[in-house]
C-alpha cells in the first residue's frame, strides 16, 4: 500500500503547478484524500480535501488559487497564481472514513512521500 505525490517543481511567481497523488495497492476513489504542506521551518498545515463523497474543502489562504479534483485512482490539486509562500513540500494523504476534522493528521491512515514546489523568480 503506497502514496505516490508527484509534480512538484520550480516555478515563478504567478505561475501553476499540477500536482498527483497516486496510490498502489488499494483504490484512491474509496479513501478521502488531502494535500497538506510542510513550509520552510513551519509546521505541517492542510491544504485542500476532497472526502468519498466528494465534498471539498480548501485553506483559506488557497481558495480562489488551487482545485483540487480526483478521478478513479488519482487525485489532483491544480495549483494557479502561486506565491512565494506556496513554497513548502506537499504530501497527500488518505483516510479510509471521511475525517471529521479535515485537518487533523491523525485521521488519516496513509501518507505520500512529498513533492516539493518552490516558488521563486
Known amino acids: 500500500v503506497q502514496l505516490q505525490a508527484s509534480g512538484g517543481g520550480l516555478v515563478q511567481p504567478g505561475g501553476s503547478l499540477r500536482l498527483s497523488c497516486a496510490a498502489s495497492?488499494?483504490?484512491?476513489?474509496?479513501?478521502?484524500i488531502t494535500w497538506f504542506r510542510r513550509p520552510p521551518g513551519k509546521d505541517r498545515e492542510g491544504v485542500s480535501s476532497?472526502?468519498?463523497?466528494?465534498r471539498t474543502y480548501y485553506a483559506d489562504v488557497v481558495k480562489g488559487r488551487f482545485t483540487i479534483s480526483r478521478d478513479t485512482n488519482t487525485v489532483y490539486l491544480q495549483m494557479n497564481s502561486l506565491k512565494p509562500e506556496d513554497t513548502a513540500i506537499y504530501y497527500c494523504?488518505?483516510?479510509?472514513?471521511?475525517?471529521?476534522?479535515?485537518?487533523?493528521?491523525?485521521?488519516?491512515?496513509?501518507w505520500g512521500q512529498g513533492t516539493e514546489v518552490t516558488v521563486s523568480s
Open positions: 494523504a488518505a483516510a479510509q472514513r471521511d475525517p471529521q476534522l479535515v485537518w487533523a493528521t491523525w485521521e488519516y491512515d496513509y
Open positions: 495497492g488499494f483504490a484512491l476513489r474509496d479513501y478521502a
Open positions: 476532497v472526502y468519498k463523497n466528494w
